[in-house]
């Protein structure tokens, strides 16, 4: 168990926009940052951080909270893995007591799959550094490969013994389920077919030194493994299979170590090997990842486009991979993103010339040698095309549907007039061809799209469909939170209206002002119609603002929220940000001004306590009248008396309503 009072200082320590930028690009939007949500596929911003309620909202799946919120919904880590990473993040020291083996036995399946692998990172790591085979065959390679001792230690590069079933037989020792050592590929079991029973176990990595894949956040997913022999039946390299912690296409070699210079820098390079990403963060230059030698994937793009919209793709000079590249081009340009491509000298490659090269010549290199994919593009196939006219119409017509992938239409324009200068071809030419390929994308999707809607030409009787009832009482109930929670400790004057009778006798609305805090208003006045949430998550953060208040504790949204369960949060979450959704779209530029709910809070709560008041009333109205067929005769007159009373009140509160709106316009 974590104490409270680590707890508490991890929240007090915390900073939900330094975390959340570890994996977002964020942008300043007035007080907030905005950027692209993590969770969904999208274009435009719809992510808003709070530095001064330290919240998060997105907007487009609904998910919000705080640090810890973020954290458990981005990286699926339990509570305490996140207090966990924080206190690491910021060199808080936490104390907690050691798992016992039934403790690891009741972890669920993927926390043990996290924890297995966590386990042969750092066994791997040890038995590099630490044995004597280690040190003379892994660690020799990694010397050789100009690897300082400070670089393995960051990367936890390790060595796998060269037996049988070592890694496995240590792990099992120390408790391990070798259910989960199978599941995440680290050992490979054989079964007697008649039985069905484990007869054999053997270590997947056996012989190899050791690559983690970390994620984003830090945790251990899977490995890559290289062999050191010259057997030509084994593969040189050899990565972790598919599990449900790891999945190749959406890892990207290196993102934990680069995330925040890729932030920085607003770019990121992009290599395809392990060591080529390690040679050149030992050079200095530490905003690289890898695609781990597999195709780019849409999925790896987006990790990229979170932190980024600049892509630089590093290639050695080999002509077939060349050609095969550009194949990623169309894919990045897809999601928006600006890519450059820099190939290195014959017989070069990432970190060999890493390694030959200071950081300052390297950097100028990248510089001089990062062209636009559209130039790059060119002088690779005008290559190929020689002097042949119909090559070199396919390879127009090749450059111009990379530009048809670009979404935005100004890009697209100016890297047509790019390409006309190129391959010396008139605009007009060329912005025909990209007309008929975006028509035909265009009518292929519609394609796709009916095949997945309903029958074409299908008359549907909107009478007949059913509409999404909203639920007046829901949005009442949570419109008097916002406001305790938005203003609750603000004195305003609000006005009651009393029933009087004048000297003719007719009965008239007087206005009563009062000084009162809002909290005390909502209290005094729910008390004094006998009013509860009819939502019972309402009613108990109803009960915890208000005592907060009665204790004369202004609400800090950080702690407040920090001390709710995750429904709560979400709530008082979706709250604090809704009006924030507003800066997303800058509409006061566009000169549309949002009413701010400062400028009459009186009138707000006035209205929806009157509005509670009168729903309550109608509802209690009808539950009376459905009563009215199961009373005897005489119990028949009492029920309608009450009926009349309920209608006289339901009157009054329709005047009192109509003449508060009618005061505030």
Same mark, same amino acid.
């Given at each position: ?20 930028g ?14 692209l949500?993590p ?13 001064v ?37 910021y ?71 060269d ?6 037989s ?29 007869? *054999? ?30 057997? *030509? ?33 607003d ?6 090997g ?53 194949r ?63 090559? *070199? ?30 391959m ?44 999404e ?91 407040f ?47 929806t ?10 509802k ?46």
């Amino acid at each position: 168990m974590i104490s409270k009072s680590t707890i508490d200082q991890v929240f007090e320590t915390a900073r939900v926009e330094e975390v959340i930028g570890d994996f977002v690009q964020l942008k300043k939007a007035g007080s907030n940052f905005k950027g692209l949500s993590p969770f969904t596929d999208e274009r435009s911003p719809s992510f808003m951080v709070s530095p001064v309620k330290q919240i998060w909202k997105d907007f487009s799946s609904g998910k919000g909270g705080n640090v810890v919120a973020f954290l458990m919904e981005h990286e699926h880590f339990t509570y305490p893995e996140a207090i966990k990473y924080l206190a690491n993040k910021y060199g808080i020291e936490i104390e907690e007591t050691e798992q016992s083996n039934e403790e690891k036995e009741q972890a669920n399946e993927r926390e043990s799959m996290y924890l297995v692998s966590e386990f042969a990172k750092d066994y791997f790591h040890n038995t590099l550094l630490k044995t004597e085979e280690g040190k003379a065959i892994g660690l020799s390679y990694f010397k050789e490969r100009g690897f300082t001792d400070e670089t393995i230690k960051k990367f936890q590069l390790g060595y796998s013994p060269d037996s049988w079933d070592a890694f496995t037989s240590e792990a099992i020792k120390k408790a391990y389920k070798l259910e989960f050592l199978e599941k995440t590929g680290l050992t490979i079991v054989k079964e007697d077919a008649s039985t069905g029973s484990a007869t *054999k176990t053997f270590d997947r990595f056996k012989g190899r030194v050791m690559f983690p894949i970390l994620s984003m956040s830090g945790r251990t997913l899977g490995f890559g493994g290289r062999i050191l022999t010259n057997d *030509k039946k084994a593969a040189k390299y050899l990565n972790s299979p598919e599990s449900d912690i790891y999945h190749k296409s959406k890892v990207l070699y290196g993102i934990f170590h680069a995330k925040q210079a890729i932030a920085k820098e607003d770019n990121c390079y992009l290599v395809e090997g392990y060591t080529d990403v390690i040679q050149f963060t030992q050079t200095g230059i530490h905003n690289v990842v890898s695609s781990s030698g597999t195709a780019l994937t849409e999925e790896q793009i987006r990790l990229v486009n979170r932190l980024t919209k600049n892509i630089t793709l590093l290639f050695d000079g080999d002509a077939a991979g060349l050609r095969a590249s550009l194949r990623g081009v169309d894919l990045i340009l897809e999601q928006g993103m600006n890519v450059k491509i820099c190939t290195f000298p014959e017989g070069e490659d990432p970190d060999s010339f890493a390694r030959k090269n200071s950081l300052e010549e390297l950097t100028l290199y990248l510089e001089e040698n990062a062209r636009d994919f559209i130039n790059f593009k060119a002088s690779i196939l005008v290559d190929e095309t020689k002097n042949d006219p119909v090559k *070199k119409a396919d390879t127009i017509r090749d450059m111009v549907v990379s530009i048809s992938k670009i979404p935005d239409v100004i890009k697209r324009e100016i890297y047509v007039q790019e390409c006309s200068r190129i391959m010396d071809i008139s605009e007009e030419v060329l912005f025909n061809s990209l007309a008929q390929i975006l028509s035909k994308n265009k009518k292929e999707q519609a394609k796709t799209t009916s095949k997945n809607s309903e029958k074409p030409f299908e008359v549907v009787n909107q009478q007949t469909q059913p509409t999404e009832k909203v639920d007046v009482k829901f949005q009442l109930e949570m419109k008097i939170l916002e406001l305790l929670l938005l203003y609750g400790d603000a004195e305003e004057t609000f006005e009651d209206l009393i029933l009087q009778a004048n000297e003719a006798g007719e009965v008239t609305l007087v206005p009563e002002k009062k000084e009162l805090k809002v909290h005390q208003k909502v209290f005094l006045d729910l008390q004094q119609d006998e009013m509860e949430f009819t939502n019972p998550l309402f009613q108990e953060l109803f009960n915890a603002i208000i005592e907060n208040y009665q204790h004369e504790t202004p609400i800090q949204t950080d702690s407040f929220i920090a001390q709710l369960e995750f429904e709560k949060a979400k709530i008082i979450t979706d709250i604090f940000m809704e009006e924030e959704k507003y800066q997303l779209h800058d509409w006061e530029r566009r000169e549309i001004y949002v009413k701010n709910k400062k400028q009459s809070i009186s009138q707000l709560l006035n209205e929806t306590i009157l509005h509670l008041r009168k729903l309550l009333i109608a509802k209690q109205i009808n539950s009376l009248a459905e009563e009215i067929n199961q009373k005897e005769e005489e119990e028949k007159q009492d029920v309608l008396q009450t009926i009349f009373e309920y209608k006289k009140l339901e009157v009054m509160l329709s005047r009192k309503l109509e003449t508060v709106i009618r005061r505030f316009e």
